[in-house]
């Protein structure tokens, strides 16, 4: 893709971004130099269409077994694609999908190949932050495609995003199997989306007497309004960045937290990081999504304690609850794109465009 066209693509996101301030649109070498700096201006990818060829990944682990990955691509191929494996996706080193190098490389061929429309991660667990310094950003930002998964997938949004501009997608992985309101979330962001689509709303529950919603509670820790670009993901990959040159772009975004298998110390730690790190000064509203199986033994706050302690005295609006993270029930977040947060009324919404086309 021609790169001058790509950015004038980008003028008509500047009705969104003005509500940021002139100074919170940066090309993205200031962003490159200095991971302080504010938001890059976006880079967006063609939408997903039927028949389209999708590229699957592992940039970090993989499944013990052959036949689990061979699961993911039938389901790739269930949701209507052409399927192109990476040539790394049956490696494994350890924990590792293979070398460093081999992971990486994957990545840049999937988007300097013409043929690949789309690109999926197989699955996260860990491996994505080893690759970051041998990714080709200059090749990335030069074909912009979708990126789709979640977890350790993190730390590629983040670098891409920072690097390139590119609006990058925190979604399913392919190595799931997809629930009803997990595909049509994934049809209605990536097929269908447009501007002003709520995303992350919980699933339609029937209510009756002695009979309310359980699981899918939505909690509002600080009222108010906010507007920024959306970004974020995994919270233990968020706070793993702090203080490099992959680092998440905070400023004046909507920044959106996730995490599993972490005691509540853990979740604690992390978020006093990110206090200490000024982040929360930084963000202009935080979304908490879904913290599953985070359960401890002996001694412990609540998680609800500890979203109440670290985050229940912010001066941004704060949500907790959208169907973002490692549950079967998955919305689609377009990272990069302009969102709006209302945490009184409980709802994030795109407000800007995401796709090319």
Known sequence: MNLSKTINRRKFLSFSLGALGSSALLPVSSAIANPTQSFVAPLLPRRLRAGMVV?????????????????????????????????????????????????????????????????????????????????????IRHNPKILLGYSDITALFSAIHRRTGLVTFHGPIARQEFTDYTYNEFKRVLIDGAPGMQIGSPPPFEGGPGRVEKENR???????????????????????????????????????????????????????????????????????????????????????????????????????GLMIGHVPDQTVVPLGAIGKLDSKRQTLTVSSPFFSD
Do not use: H, W
Not at 85 to 91: C, K, Y
Not at 254 to 262: P, Q
């Open 218 to 320: 939505l909690q509002t820790l600080v009222e108010g309004t906010a507007s920024g670009p959306i970004v974020g993901g995994n919270l233990s990959l968020v706070a793993s960045l702090l203080g490099t040159s992959y680092e998440t772009v905070f400023d004046k975004s909507i920044l959106i937290l996730e995490d599993v298998d972490e005691a509540p110390y853990s979740i604690d730690r992390m978020l006093t990081s990110l206090r200490l790190a000024g982040v929360f000064e930084r963000i202009a509203g935080l979304v908490l999504g879904k913290f599953t199986d985070c359960d401890s033994e002996g001694p412990t706050l609540s998680l609800e304690a500890v979203f109440q302690d670290r985050c229940g005295d912010l001066d941004v609006p704060v949500l907790r």
């Open 55 to 139: 590229g699957v990944v592992a940039p970090s682990s993989n499944p013990f077994q052959d036949e689990e990955i061979r699961y993911a691509l039938d389901v790739v191929d269930s949701l209507g694609f052409k399927i192109k494996p990476a040539e790394n996706l049956f490696s494994r080193k350890g924990y590792l999908a293979g070398e460093d190098a081999a992971r990486a490389k994957a990545v840049n061929d999937m988007f300097s190949d013409d043929s690949v429309d789309a690109i999926f991660a197989l699955q996260g667990g860990y491996g994505a932050t080893r690759i970051l310094p041998l990714l080709d950003f200059d090749l």
